[in-house]
């Protein structure tokens, strides 16, 4: 599975900014989709995944953030609205099997920075 991130850009605090993330390749499996993030000088950190209807949210996104699929597209979204200084990161794309502990595959990454 080939995973290909975008929507990422410049933004100021409060305003709103979504990236896509687009699956081709072997895509018929049953993947849970997830969007993660990693800081300058941090490590990557879990922000949402979506299988089927059931979404997860980390905390420091909820209420802020929504993830949604369009499955026709094998595309993900992930809608940032009230974006912080702290949201500064670059987001990363993932997929896993249903039932396993870790990503599998992992899109390029798309920057996301926020001023204040």
């Known amino acids: 599975v080939q995973l290909q991130a975008s929507g990422g850009g410049l933004v100021q605090a409060g305003e709103s900014l979504r990236l896509s993330c687009a699956a081709s390749g072997r895509t018929s499996r049953a993947y849970v989709r997830g969007w993660f993030r990693q800081a300058p000088g941090k490590e990557r950190e879990f922000v949402a995944s979506?299988?089927?209807?059931?979404?997860s949210f980390a905390d420091s996104v909820k209420g802020r953030f929504a993830i949604s699929r369009d499955n026709a597209k094998n595309t993900i979204y992930l809608q940032m609205n009230g974006l912080k200084p702290e949201d500064t990161a670059v987001y990363y794309c993932g997929a896993k099997v249903v039932g396993r502990e870790t990503y599998d595959f992992w899109g390029q990454g798309t920057l996301v920075t926020v001023s204040s």
């Open positions: 979506i299988w089927g209807s059931a979404t």
